[in-house]
């Protein structure tokens, strides 16, 4: 089992900066590929960013495509998500993932191929 606890969320004007961090607790945290989706308010959830187990290679939803950049540090089992030059459209709530199944992360990746979710954090971007 994993739990993940996110954190760092708040209230934020267009063009600022937030970086949220997921903790991570249970079995070893270096051992599965990581991610953050988001689900805006009446919306459904949809992915943000993951990062692989193996190599550290990432990939990101074009909607954040050099804006936001994920990040892991697994002596620390944390995983990190800085969000720069934020968007009044980024206002979500976020939620940091877990997937056993990935390995390498090479594409988008869909909510079935998650194994744990954290209970998520608000991010509100007022214009």
């Known amino acids: 089992q994993v739990q993940l606890v996110e954190s760092g969320g708040g209230l934020v004007q267009a063009g600022g900066s937030l970086r949220l961090s997921c903790a991570a607790s249970?079995?070893?945290?270096?051992?599965?590929?990581m991610g953050w989706f988001r689900q805006p308010p009446g919306k459904e959830r949809e992915f943000v960013a993951a990062?692989?187990?193996?190599?550290?290679?990432?990939y990101y939803a074009d909607s954040v495509k050099g804006r936001f950049t994920i990040s892991r540090d697994n002596a620390k089992n944390t995983l990190y998500l800085q969000m720069n030059s934020l968007k009044p459209e980024d206002t979500a709530v976020y939620y940091c993932?877990?997937?056993?199944?990935?390995?390498?992360?090479?594409?988008?990746?869909?909510?079935?191929?998650?194994?744990?979710w954290g209970k998520g954090t608000l991010v509100t971007v007022s214009s």
């Open positions: 993932a877990a997937s056993m199944k990935i390995v390498v992360v090479t594409t988008t990746l869909a909510e079935r191929d998650m194994d744990y």
């Open positions: 249970g079995r070893t945290f270096s051992s599965y590929a």
């Open positions: 990062i692989s187990w193996i190599g550290g290679s990432t």
